[in-house]
Every structure is written in C-alpha cells, then in structure tokens.
C-alpha cells in the first residue's frame, strides 16, 4: 500500500534532530549563513563541530538561529566578535562616533569560534541544544585548554580563510 504524507511539517534542517549535538564545549566551523531565514525575522547560522569535549560529536551539524530584532542585536554583536568579523576597540569606536556597525556575516563562512553548547527549555516544554551567549573567539583566553582542531587553529592564526569560503574545503587546505 502507498501512503501519501503531507510535507507540511517537514524541515530538512530538523532531520539531524536525532544526531543533535551533545551539551559542551566545542570548536566548531561556520559553513552557512542565511539572512532573513525565517519570515524576515530570523537569520540562521549552521556550523560543523571539529572538536568536542567527547570526540563522538565531531563532524555534526549545528544549526542555531539570531533573532533579527533591536534587543537581541547584542547576540549579533557577540556573533560578530567570536568570528572576528570586528574588535571591541573598533566597536567602540564607532559608538563613540555615533555610528552603527555593519556586518556581512557571510564573510564568517569558514572561520571558526569556540561555543558552549547547552541545552534550554523552550516555551513549548521542549528541549533544544543551543548557544546563548557562548560565542567566544579562538584566541579568547577564557576558552583555553578548550577542545580545538589543532589544524584548523594554526590555519586561521596564519590568516588563512578571512574572507569566507567553502569552509569544508578549506578546513583541510583543499
């Protein structure tokens, strides 16, 4: 018998729900960004973890979402930080000029950071693997001693990707 099924519900990007990555520290590598992802009010970042605080992560996706609106431009900010889109100094720089920042977050296509994965209570009741506030650049201090793909490191310390790119490639200097 065939069954036909509606698609309604169908995310492709949910369907490594059930491979979802466990809570911990992480070095991962931004492989996508999608502005206006979701009903012009939701920019999606996706990433791959290259290092994990158990090895059994590495190689799995993440997909985390930034609220577009004016209070949660912070989290954007901190986004833009960690992938080294921007300094503290030129940030605030321009605040004390009173101008606005502006970011390509496309450019952090193939850099990497380090995250905390953890996991939250949504309002439905349901459990998510997400980062909050736990973006932090490579060469943060307070990451060291953090699980990290010593390749991917020495890479992006030499320069190597600052302008974005097929991240899978360049992770592995292809």
């Given at each position: 018998?065939?069954?036909?099924?509606?698609?309604?519900?169908?995310?492709?990007?949910?369907?490594?729900?059930?491979?979802?990555?466990?809570?911990?520290?992480?070095?991962?590598?931004?492989?996508?960004?999608?502005?206006?992802?979701?009903?012009?009010?939701?920019?999606?970042?996706?990433?791959?973890?290259?290092?994990h605080?158990?090895?059994?992560?590495?190689?799995?996706?993440?997909?985390?979402?930034?609220?577009?609106?004016?209070?949660?431009?912070?989290?954007?900010?901190?986004?833009?930080?960690?992938?080294?889109?921007?300094?503290?100094?030129?940030?605030?720089?321009?605040?004390?000029?009173?101008?606005?920042?502006?970011?390509?977050?496309a450019?952090?296509?193939?850099?990497?950071?380090?995250?905390?994965?953890?996991?939250?209570?949504?309002?439905?009741?349901?459990?998510?693997?997400?980062?909050?506030?736990?973006?932090?650049?490579?060469?943060?201090?307070?990451?060291?001693?953090?699980p990290a793909?010593?390749?991917?490191?020495?890479?992006?310390?030499?320069?190597?990707?600052?302008?974005?790119?097929d991240?899978?490639?360049?992770?592995?200097?292809?």
């Open positions: 018998m065939v069954l036909e099924i509606s698609l309604d519900e169908f995310d492709p990007d949910r369907q490594q729900a059930f491979a979802e990555v466990k809570p911990g520290r992480a070095h991962v590598i931004v492989t996508d960004w999608e502005e206006n992802a979701i009903n012009g009010q939701w920019h999606r970042m996706k990433m791959e973890v290259v290092a605080d158990e090895p059994g992560e590495n190689g799995k996706i993440h997909s985390e979402l930034f609220h577009a609106g004016a209070k949660a431009q912070w989290r954007l900010i901190r986004l833009a930080l960690a992938t080294r889109l921007t300094t503290v100094e030129e940030l605030a720089a321009l605040k004390e000029q009173g101008e606005y920042a502006t970011f390509d977050f450019d952090a296509i193939g850099r990497s950071m380090f995250v905390r994965f953890v996991q939250e209570t949504d309002r439905n009741g349901e459990k998510r693997i997400k980062l909050g506030r736990n973006l932090f650049a490579i060469d943060d201090p307070r990451c060291s001693g953090w793909n010593p390749g991917i490191l020495e890479r992006e310390k030499q320069g190597g990707n600052e302008t974005g790119g991240a899978a490639a360049d992770a592995f200097g292809l």
